[in-house]
Structures are given as structure tokens and as C-alpha cells.
């Protein structure tokens, strides 16, 4: 139960941070595109990265890793993914075509084959972390 009510303030608050970016790209006269990849890509990417870095110098390398990979898993599949899916599903004549994506195909293809690259990479290197990966 309260992983539905933390689902469901995690989506009116995340919809509440949308609509005043939105607000403030149409004040400042830029597209809500790029507003969503500096001011809230940016928003809510600092609070993971505060948490990785306090567990991190704690010694937990491994717990700072899995929150960022988790984070970013999280974002595609259910923050990009699943209002997509509910607007298909909910409008019985919607199809992919009839949304517009501005460029974010390409955008999560990129971050798909950037964390390929890095899981090839560590892979590689027997699974192990250096400090010249995260720089």
C-alpha cells in the first residue's frame, strides 16, 4: 500500500514540476524540449547523485552504483515509458504516431547504447570500478 501512495505522489508532484517548467520555458521563450533536458533532467538527477556520493564515501561503492543504474532504469521504463503506454491505452484510436516526440527516440536510443558501452567496458575489465570510469 504505501509503495502505491509513494507512486501516485511521485507522479502528481512530477507532473506538478512539469507543468511549471513548462511555465517558465513559455516565459523565457524556449521549447518545453529543452526545458526538460536541463531544468528538470537536472532537478531531479541531483538528489541521486547526493545520495550516491554520501554512500559512496561511506565505503559502498557497490550501493552508489546500483542507485544510479536503478535511477536510470527506472526513469526510462516507467517515467518515459509508462505515461506513453497509458495514453495509448486509455485512447482506443491513439497510436505512436499521433504523439509527438521531438527528438526523444534518439535521445533514448543514445542513452541506451552509451550504458551498453559502459556495461561492455566494466565487463571487460572483469567488473571491476576504477576512479578514471566515473571522471
Do not use: H
Not at 30 to 50: V, W
Amino acid at each position: 500500500m504505501s509503495i502505491a501512495v509513494s507512486v501516485f505522489w511521485l507522479a502528481m508532484l512530477s507532473y506538478m514540476m512539469i507543468l511549471c517548467c513548462d511555465n517558465i520555458g513559455i516565459w523565457i521563450g524556449t521549447s518545453p524540449l529543452i526545458m526538460g533536458l536541463t531544468l528538470s533532467a537536472i532537478g531531479t538527477s541531483f538528489p541521486n547523485m547526493y545520495a550516491s556520493m554520501l554512500v559512496a564515501r561511506q565505503g559502498q561503492g557497490n550501493m552508489a552504483i546500483s542507485n544510479a543504474m536503478g535511477s536510470n532504469v527506472f526513469n526510462i521504463c516507467i517515467a518515459l515509458g509508462l505515461p506513453w503506454f497509458a495514453y495509448i491505452a486509455i485512447d482506443d484510436g491513439a497510436v505512436y504516431s499521433d504523439m509527438q516526440d521531438d527528438g526523444i527516440i534518439f535521445m533514448i536510443l543514445l542513452l541506451i547504447v552509451v550504458l551498453a558501452i559502459y556495461y561492455i567496458v566494466i565487463w571487460l575489465q572483469g567488473w571491476r570500478i576504477y576512479n578514471w570510469y566515473v571522471l
